[in-house]
């Protein structure tokens, strides 16, 4: 079981490995404690997003997004 805390630093650690940047998580306005629950990082300079996942399917990972997966393009 992770924690939303140490799924935000694990997305975080990726996000900035891959050279994007910005300050604050936000909120993507589903059900806390549900299966839509969700928070991401946008890059200020590219707009790709890094999503956590509180609470995933079955056949999905906590961590996940175009910014944990592809450089930033700036
Ligand atoms: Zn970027």
């Known amino acids: 079981m992770s924690t ?7 997305a975080r650690e990726a996000f ?4 994007h940047h910005t ?3 936000r ?3 589903g ?7 969700s928070y991401y990082l946008e890059c200020d300079q590219c707009g790709r997003r890094a999503y956590i996942d509180p ?3 079955p056949n999905s990972t ?7 997966a592809v450089e930033c393009s700036r």
């Open 31 to 37: 059900v806390k404690g549900g299966w839509s629950e």
């Open 62 to 68: 906590h961590v996940y997004g175009e910014a944990v």
């Open 4 to 10: 939303k805390r140490g799924l935000q630093r694990e």
């Open 55 to 57: 609470n995933p399917a």
């Open 23 to 25: 300050k604050r998580w």
């Open 16 to 19: 900035n490995w891959r050279g």
């Open 27 to 29: 909120d993507s306005g």
